[in-house]
C-alpha cells in the first residue's frame, strides 16, 4: 500500500507570494490533517478535513487555508507569504471516523520563505 | 487546555545503553489517547506507538517499551539497548475524543546514540 505522498518535496518563494501544497492519502483514508513544523513553535495542527469537510481548524490567520477533493487528496494554500511562513509542512492521513486511530505521516513539504 | 510537555530537549548515550524519554501531559478530557512519533533526519514522524487513556497496561515492542501512569499523567518511552539507528527526534503527542485528528505534540527530544 503506498503512503502519504506530498507535491512538492521542497519550495522557495519569495514575500508576498502564494503557494500551494498537495497531499494525497493512503488509499481508502479519508481524513488528511495539515501540520507546520517550525524550529521555534515546533509542531502545530493546521486543520483537518473528513469527506471534504473541515472538522478542526489550528490557531493560525487566515492566510492558510485549505480543501480537500472528493478523492481525498488534499490541498493547502497559504497567501501573501511572510518569512515566518519557513516551516516544513506536514500532511498526516487516517482511515476511520469517529474513532482516533494512528496518523500516518508524509515527506513533508520544506517551504523556504525568502 | 491541552499540553504535552517533554521536558528533555536532547539526550545522548552511548550505544547499547538503555534510555528514557520523558513525556507529561495536562488534559481535562476523560478518554483521550497519547502517541509517540519518530522522526528522523530524513523528516517523516514515523508513528510507534498508541494508547488510550483506559488502558494503562505497559506495553514491550522489540527493544521499545511505554510506561503510561494516569497518576502522573506520564507516557515514558524505553529503549533498551539502544542502536546509531535509534539516533532520531521523539515526539509525545495527545489527541481529545472531539473526534477529530488533532495531534497536540510535545516539543520533542532529540536521541542520540554514539557509537
Known amino acids: 500500500k503506498a503512503g502519504v505522498t506530498q507535491t512538492p518535496r521542497y519550495l522557495i518563494k519569495t514575500r508576498g507570494q502564494q503557494v500551494t501544497l498537495s497531499c494525497s492519502p493512503i488509499s481508502g483514508h479519508r481524513s488528511v490533517s495539515w501540520y507546520q513544523q517550525t524550529p521555534g513553535q515546533g509542531l502545530q495542527f493546521l486543520f483537518e478535513?473528513?469527506?471534504?469537510?473541515?472538522?478542526n481548524k489550528g490557531n493560525f490567520p487566515g492566510r492558510f487555508s485549505g480543501r480537500q477533493f472528493s478523492n481525498s487528496r488534499s490541498e493547502m494554500n497559504v497567501s501573501t507569504l511572510e518569512l515566518g511562513d519557513s516551516a516544513l509542512y506536514l500532511c498526516?492521513?487516517?482511515?476511520?471516523?469517529?474513532?482516533?486511530?494512528?496518523?500516518?505521516f508524509g515527506p513533508g513539504t520544506r517551504l523556504t520563505v525568502l | 487546555a491541552q499540553k504535552v510537555t517533554q521536558a528533555q530537549t536532547e539526550i545522548s548515550v552511548v550505544e547499547k545503553e538503555d534510555v528514557t524519554l520523558d513525556c507529561v501531559y495536562e488534559t481535562r478530557d476523560t478518554t483521550y489517547y497519547l502517541f509517540w512519533y519518530k522522526q528522523p533526519p530524513s523528516g517523516e514522524l514515523v508513528f510507534l506507538i498508541r494508547r488510550n487513556s483506559f488502558d494503562e497496561q505497559n506495553e514491550i515492542s522489540g527493544r521499545y517499551s511505554w510506561n503510561f501512569q494516569k497518576s502522573t499523567s506520564s507516557f515514558n518511552f524505553t529503549i533498551t539497548a539502544s542502536q546509531v539507528v535509534d539516533s532520531a527526534v521523539y515526539f509525545c503527542?495527545?489527541?481529545?475524543?472531539?473526534?477529530?485528528?488533532?495531534?497536540?505534540f510535545g516539543s520533542g527530544t532529540r536521541l542520540l546514540v554514539r557509537p
Open positions: 478535513y473528513f469527506s471534504e469537510t473541515q472538522r
Open positions: 498526516a492521513s487516517s482511515g476511520t471516523s469517529g474513532i482516533v486511530t494512528e496518523q500516518f
Open positions: 503527542a495527545l489527541s481529545g475524543m472531539d473526534s477529530s485528528y488533532k495531534l497536540i
